[in-house]
């Protein structure tokens, strides 16, 4: 038997992470005001279904003592060992039709075959179809006195309101790193594994608050009744918490070879830059989150600035052809690399080389030579930098329908993603104000593509890059197409009222 079914729960006492739900429904018990519909709603993994089969036992246990089940009652030893037919799990997902549903409501009438109450467990019930809800519904309304429902789901937000009016709702949590790290200690004593520490932490972490995640990991990686640390950062391709602190302390030392080194190092030994990312924001969390508490400005600015390339980095991983380039970039960022002497790498290559090829505008027209003033290319100034140097850059950082229109072809070339880039390409600038940038869209069509989140935000670091300080982009439809499909339809109207005339 898997140790995942083996260490689950039995009695309220025994439910791990969730005290808020074990404490209200065995008080429900002791009470007897259980309710006969019950939601219990979380992440995967965190006991939702464990709590609903401790809710059946405790119904139904012949000899329950403080709201505990004795588990040792024949309804009781029959529900663990899964054969009580008076305790049914439908699984939603699998059926999720209406005539799955008819059939609950034709046989909810029939009494118990042997416990004192029936008891339904529907899992994943957001699945159900719009008809299978409301037949469901009829049945929540007024249940038999001896039918108890618990619906279990992962996205409570797809529940209709009809059905979750019905129902006493418990909301489960992720539960806390330490508390999996306690359950895997118990397992591994009673299972006599030799577990390291630091592995155990790397699981627990890994299965960001799910317990039969974590079960299941800690039973996978061990091998010969031992867990190794290094074998558990080699199968999940997660580098230790060393390899952190040492990129973070790169960074501080303004080490660029180094850091770049470690990253190379990182993915040529397999391990996953994306979750290391993740890792490695997590930890700069906690740092900035110090050095507020430490009422350290300097620190806590820099950090800041250190968050905003290694997210960036987080959310271009996705779509990176090179899956370490985001992060060497963040990486060269962060160490201020594109910086020598107070100007940038570029604006020094600028002033020794001759670019021959002019900028294009948004009509693949060639733009006039712009004056120096007016090529933003610096990157943005740390908020502690001296009232002097903010002045002299205040004019080359002013947005104006006339500099974004002149740049407009290097936005493009910013941006990476090709259904972003044809559908931004549509678009013609309509008006600035401020740092809100209103777009006009040929079409709806365009428009929500291109305001989705994900691509909104790459179109808005691509003007970022440019300019070198943040936007937000906003979109109309265009008029005249609205006017046109006006027209359209009150043409085709007209026509259709001369064609009935002659008809008749």
């Known amino acids: 038997m898997s140790f995942y079914r083996k260490y689950r729960p039995q009695t309220f006492s025994n439910l791990v992470g969730q005290p808020h739900v074990s404490q209200t429904i065995s008080n429900a018990l002791k009470l007897d005001r259980v309710s006969h519909a019950y939601l219990f709603t979380g992440p995967r ?18 000899n329950v003592k403080d709201a505990e089940p004795c588990n040792s009652c024949e309804i009781c030893q029959d529900i663990m060992d899964g054969r009580l037919i008076d305790i049914i799990e439908i699984d939603a997902a699998s059926n999720r039709g209406i005539d799955e549903m008819r059939d ?6 029939f009494s118990p075959t042997r416990a004192r109450s029936k008891v339904y467990i529907i899992d994943e019930v957001h699945m159900l179809t719009k008809e299978a809800f ?21 996205e409570v937000q797809k529940i209709p309101e009809t059905i979750l009016s019905r129902c006493q709702r418990f909301d489960f949590k992720r539960i806390d790193e330490k508390v999996l790290i306690d359950r895997l200690k118990f397992i591994a004593a009673e299972e006599k594994i030799e577990a390291d520490e630091k592995a155990l932490e790397m699981i627990a972490h890994h299965a960001e608050g799910g317990l039969r995640d974590a079960i299941s990991l800690f039973e996978q990686l061990t091998i010969d009744g031992k867990l190794i640390y290094d ?17 973070f302390g790169f960074l501080q030392t303004n080490e660029v070879k180094a850091a770049l080194d470690e990253v190379h190092e990182l993915y040529m030994d397999g391990f996953d830059l994306n979750h290391f990312t993740k890792r490695f924001l997590e930890f700069l969390r906690k740092k900035m989150l110090a050095a507020v508490n430490g009422n350290d400005g300097a620190e806590t600015a820099k950090i800041l600035s250190w968050i905003n ?47 021959h090829r002019l900028p294009r505008d948004h009509k693949g027209l060639a733009a006039q030579p712009q004056p120096p003033q007016v090529q933003v290319e610096k990157p943005l100034q740390n908020e502690t930098a001296a009232p002097e140097t903010a002045q002299k850059k205040s004019p080359q950082t002013e947005l104006t329908s006339d500099t974004i229109q002149s740049h407009w072809g290097r936005v493009i070339e910013h941006i990476k993603n090709p259904a972003v880039k044809r559908s931004f390409q549509a678009t013609t600038l309509l008006k600035v104000s401020g740092h809100d940038l209103t777009l006009s869209f040929p079409s709806h069509f365009h428009m929500e593509k291109l305001m989705q989140p994900s691509f909104r935000v790459e179109v808005e670091e691509a003007f970022q890059q440019v300019f070198s300080q943040s936007v937000k982009i906003l979109g109309e439809v265009r008029k005249v197409a609205a006017e046109v499909n006006e027209a359209g339809k009150e043409l085709e109207d007209t026509m259709k009222d001369i064609f009935q005339g002659e008809m008749v």
């Not at 609950?104 to 009438?109: F, G, V, Y």
């Not at 074998?231 to 990129?247: D, M, N, R, T």
């Open 231 to 247: 074998h558990v950062c080699s199968v999940l391709g997660i580098s230790g918490f060393a390899s952190i602190e040492k990129l």
């Open 309 to 355: 390339h290694f997210q960036e980095a987080y959310d271009q991983s996705r779509y990176a052809t090179i899956p370490q380039l985001p992060l060497e970039v963040a990486i060269v960022k962060s160490t201020g690399t594109l910086e020598k002497d107070g100007q940038t790498v570029h604006e020094e290559m600028k002033e020794n080389v001759t670019d």
């Open 45 to 62: 993994g965190t006991g939702k279904t464990s709590t609903a089969r401790l809710l059946a036992k405790s119904i139904n246990c012949l």
């Open 134 to 154: 409301n037949a469901l519904l009829k049945t929540l309304e007024e249940p038999p006195a001896h039918v108890y429902f618990i619906l279990a789901t992962t």
């Open 104 to 109: 609950l409501r034709e046989k909810i009438n």
